[in-house]
């Protein structure tokens, strides 16, 4: 079975400052992992996804995340947030069938000015 | 390329009825998923669809059930309706066996409202 914990249901952060989303999974197979954004009353847009090969991921607007197989981490990273940046964070993982993602709880990314 | 659309977006039912819910497919995509989303939480696998065959399933009863058309398109539908299936239903396609695959494209979402 597979499962994800995302620590920190509230991340805040003022603009400009650096982004940090964790997310520890737990996986028996070689893990497939994502985080996707959900802005308000919107579905889920893919950020990244770590599937084989080079460990430090990167996705859209300007986001980044490391696979670090030791300590069962995908966290995520952004150097600078933007206001435009608060929004619903999930982490997600699979397996390689890719039949199902598990996603966990969440973080909600709020930024201020 | 278009997106994956669902309808309708809001919809409200009272308990123990049926509702039918409704996606098209990202064009090219032959694989669809619903996911069940509760307010305040991460989305929950329901089902997946590839070749108008149920692919896999969550732990969800059998009153959800689904279908895949011909031309890719899916529903979910859900008998008896219980008050703890108020929720965001999300519909998700894929591209199945291509090497890039593993990137769902997700719906906005229907809200579903049972009273």
């Known amino acids: 079975a597979q499962s994800v914990t995302q620590l920190g249901s509230h991340v805040s952060v003022s603009e400009g400052a650096l982004v940090l989303l964790r997310c520890n999974y737990s996986s028996s197979v070689p893990p497939y992992l994502f985080w996707y954004v959900q802005y308000p009353n919107q579905g889920l847009q893919l950020l990244l996804k770590?599937?084989?090969?080079?460990?430090l991921v990167k996705g859209i607007n300007g986001f980044e995340a490391e696979f670090k197989k030791s300590e069962t981490s995908f966290h995520l990273t952004k150097p600078s947030a933007h206001m435009s940046d608060a929004a619903e964070y999930f982490c997600a993982v699979s397996d390689q069938s890719f039949q199902k993602l598990v996603f966990g709880t969440g973080t909600r990314l709020l930024v201020s000015p | 390329e278009t997106g994956v659309t669902q309808s309708p977006t809001h919809l409200i039912k009272t308990r123990g009825q049926q509702v039918t819910l409704r996606c098209s497919s990202q064009s090219g995509h032959n694989t669809v998923s619903w996911y069940q989303q509760a307010l305040g939480q991460g989305p929950q696998f329901i089902f997946q669809?590839?070749?108008?065959?149920?692919?896999g399933r969550g732990n969800f009863p059998p009153r959800f059930s689904g279908l895949q058309f011909p031309n890719y398109s899916s529903e979910l539908n859900v008998n008896a309706l219980e008050l703890d299936d108020s929720a965001l239903y999300l519909c998700a396609s894929s591209h199945q066996r291509t090497e890039n695959n593993y990137g769902y494209t997700f719906g906005s979402g229907t809200r579903l409202t049972v009273v």
């Open positions: 770590y599937t084989t090969g080079a460990t």
């Open positions: 669809y590839y070749r108008e065959e149920e692919n």
